[in-house]
């Protein structure tokens, strides 16, 4: 898990000869020169962060060492492509969530940044043959995803494609701004913070957490974020350690034992837009997707005084039971993250939020899809039974033709009305 490798395989023999050789973690992704010759790639191979690099494979029996053409230390390479002269590369890179763009001249190493582009994030993209222009794919927490082309020659962007939006005016929508801030132990840490016009601070906010765990949170078009905004609520969207987009040593700090630091980010995360005067205490909520549902439960167990309802999205709520019943694929994988089942026992029933659930006081919603392999929906009903049990307001939307997330249109709209409807009911929005 978050280590993978590059080979070079003839086709004709079968040959295969691995290129990036390397212990513990390392990410690894690449393409041909146009000649064949060199193969190009993002790597983090002896580096923190993943830099824009080259392998010399001219001879494919004894490829060259990774050599680095581009790195920063504040950002990552997400993504890149070469013209079809193979003499410019096109860089995307992954500036705290944000993408920021350059051009790197392969001849003499020049490097040259490119204007602003027309969202936050850039997807995938291509040069033109001719390489006067390049297509790229643009979106952001107040547009959906499109088609622009640039022209090198003047700088310009122009839209090709226009997403359907019906009924929904885009520059009535929020964009965040990216916040830092400090764990409990001085780790540096950020999050995107949505505040709704006209916000009366303090208010009422929620705090998302992603999923992965290794994901990163970035401002993409988010109707749930979205939702809850024009019901006056801010959205606050951190990137605790084990995040990805932050280099090779941050996303694993978490792994077992640190996993209990992670969660104590939760909390700094709470005390921060608290003490920035943002949230009002008694008026926090917390949501989360997948490992995000897994924060939820730890926070409401965890931090009960701290958060006033929460909504977990099929998320993790007992190791035991989720390595017993999740796919053998997802089992095996996980070990390095939350503990080894049979070695580590009592690591995963302390990281498990069940064994402390009567501790949880605080409204709760739990969304999941019936036929979710990855967590499975006995995750869900630990949660709704013992919460009943215990008289603690409950909610439970079970989707019988979803699995791990949601797909279909009409749950995705149900979904989103359900956890607005619950956060603006017990956040009080509207309320001075």
Do not use: C
């Not at 004894?62 to 492509?81: M, Q, T």
């Not at 994030?121 to 297509?135: L, N, P, Q, S, Y």
């Not at 401002?219 to 609520?233: N, Y």
């Not at 709470?270 to 920035?276: D, L």
């Amino acid at each position: 898990r978050g280590s993978n490798d590059l080979y070079l395989r003839d086709l004709a023999s079968g040959k295969e000869h691995e290129l990036t050789t390397h212990r513990g973690p390392g990410t690894f992704f690449g393409d041909f020169a146009p000649d064949g010759r060199t193969v190009y790639l993002g790597s983090n191979k002896d580096r923190d962060r993943i830099a824009f690099a080259r392998i010399d494979v001219s001879k494919p029996d004894r490829p060259g060492k990774i050599e680095v053409l581009a790195g920063r230390d504040d950002a990552e390479l997400s993504y890149f492509v070469l013209d079809e002269a193979g003499e410019r590369a096109l860089l995307a890179w992954n500036m705290g969530g944000r993408s920021e763009l350059e051009i790197y001249t392969i001849a003499d190493g020049t490097r040259e940044p490119m204007p602003a582009p027309p969202g936050e994030i850039i997807g995938e993209f291509v040069f033109t043959r001719d390489g006067a222009r390049a297509v790229l794919a643009a979106q952001g927490a107040a547009q959906p995803s499109d088609l622009w082309v640039h022209d090198f020659a003047d700088g310009s962007f122009r839209q090709l494609t226009f997403s359907p939006h019906a009924g929904v005016a885009l520059d009535g929508l929020v964009r965040p701004v990216l916040r830092s801030f400090k764990a409990h132990d001085g780790l540096p840490l950020s999050g995107w913070l949505y505040l709704p016009p006209g916000f009366r601070k303090p208010g009422p906010m929620v705090l998302n957490f992603h999923g992965g765990p290794e994901g990163q949170d970035r401002p993409v078009f988010r109707s749930d974020f979205q939702a809850l905004l024009s019901q006056g609520i801010a959205v606050f969207s951190p990137n605790i350690r084990g995040s990805s987009g932050f280099g090779k040593r941050f996303v694993n700090l978490d792994n077992g034992e640190l996993r209990f630091d992670a969660n104590r980010d939760v909390k700094s995360s709470a005390e921060f837009v608290v003490r920035e005067g943002l949230a009002a205490p008694g008026r926090i909520g917390i949501m989360g997707g997948s490992y995000g549902g897994y924060v939820v439960m730890m926070a409401l167990t965890d931090y009960p005084d701290t958060f006033a309802a929460g909504a977990n999205l099929f998320g993790v709520v007992n190791f035991e039971t989720f390595f017993s019943h999740t796919q053998p694929w997802m089992a095996a994988i996980s070990t390095v993250e939350y503990g080894d089942p049979k070695t580590q026992p009592d690591l995963i029933r302390r990281l498990s939020p069940i064994h402390r659930i009567d501790q949880i006081r605080s409204p709760t919603l739990v969304l999941h899809g019936a036929n979710d392999t990855n967590v499975p929906v006995i995750e869900a009903e630990q949660v709704v039974a013992n919460l009943k049990q215990r008289d603690v307001p409950v909610e439970y939307v079970l989707f019988p033709d979803e699995g791990h997330g949601w797909r279909k249109i009409p749950n995705r709209i149900r979904s989103t009305v359900e956890i607005t409807r619950f956060f603006a009911k017990h956040l009080r929005a509207g309320e001075p």
